[in-house]
């Protein structure tokens, strides 16, 4: 399977304790994003990255979310001391970014990590 | 500021019906892309098709076709004969020339009942 592989499918811990996510985007994608989405929702940008250097964040990305990609190839999501509001499912994207300004390529998602928070 | 609006949070249909799905969106850009993915229950979202602000021609692939209208700022999906697979969330967004990130909308709950 070539596509975006996200582990892992499911997490369910407590509230205050830290999770960790992990995102394999497809091999040839430079550009990596991380949404959320909540029930009955369309997914909402968290962040993304271009190689190994994050560009952008959004305001949702409260200082409780830290992520990283290394070596521009996986990343990982981090939220630390998590909060009932934390609770969604959180998906990775990955796509090939062009040369030039913008990114008009399709973003190719994986299955998502749904974390419950008890 | 982006904005897509699915009106239609839920759709139901009998198998080999059509249906229309609609997308309308807010953008200041004047280069932009617009996009449809599928949800199905697995949770995959899945790419059907990008169109960008400068092509307006319908596309039509199997039973899926869009119609792509700048003048109502609207970028409908229509499955023709639908089946019980098609059952599923389907998502329109948004990304502009900067191409950082997706703006969806809330999604159509399809559901094809056989």
């Known amino acids: 399977d070539t596509g975006v592989s996200q582990d892992p499918r499911h997490k369910i811990t407590k509230r205050g304790q830290n999770v960790t996510f992990r995102c394999d985007p497809i091999?040839?994608?430079?550009?990596l994003y991380w949404y959320r989405q909540t029930l009955g929702q369309g997914p909402e940008f968290l962040t993304y990255?271009?190689?190994?250097?994050?560009?952008?964040k959004s305001r949702l990305l409260s200082d409780r979310f830290s992520a990283e990609r290394p070596k521009g190839s996986f990343s990982t999501l981090e939220i630390q001391r998590t909060e009932q509001g934390d609770s969604a499912m959180y998906l990775c994207?990955?796509?090939?970014?062009?040369?030039?300004?913008?990114?008009?390529?399709?973003?190719?998602f994986g299955d998502g990590t749904r974390l419950s928070i008890l | 500021a982006q904005k897509v609006t699915q009106a239609q949070t839920e759709i139901s249909v009998v198998e080999k019906e059509d249906v229309t799905l609609d997308c309308v969106y807010e953008?200041?850009?004047?280069?932009?892309?617009l996009f449809w993915y599928k949800q199905p229950p697995s949770g995959e979202l899945v790419f059907l098709i990008r169109?960008?602000?400068?092509?307006?021609q319908n596309e039509i692939s199997g039973r899926y076709s869009w119609n792509f209208q700048k003048s109502t700022s609207s970028f409908n999906f229509t499955i023709t004969a639908s089946q019980v697979v098609d059952s599923a969330v389907y998502f329109c967004?948004?990304?502009?020339?900067?191409?950082?990130?997706?703006?969806f909308g809330g999604g159509t709950r399809l559901m094809v009942k056989p």
């Open positions: 091999s040839e994608h430079n550009r």
């Open positions: 953008t200041r850009d004047t280069t932009y892309y």
């Open positions: 169109r960008n602000s400068f092509d307006e």
């Open positions: 967004a948004l990304i502009n020339n900067a191409g950082n990130m997706l703006t």
């Open positions: 994207a990955s796509s090939l970014g062009t040369g030039g300004a913008g990114n008009n390529q399709p973003q190719h």
């Open positions: 990255f271009q190689n190994e250097a994050q560009l952008e």
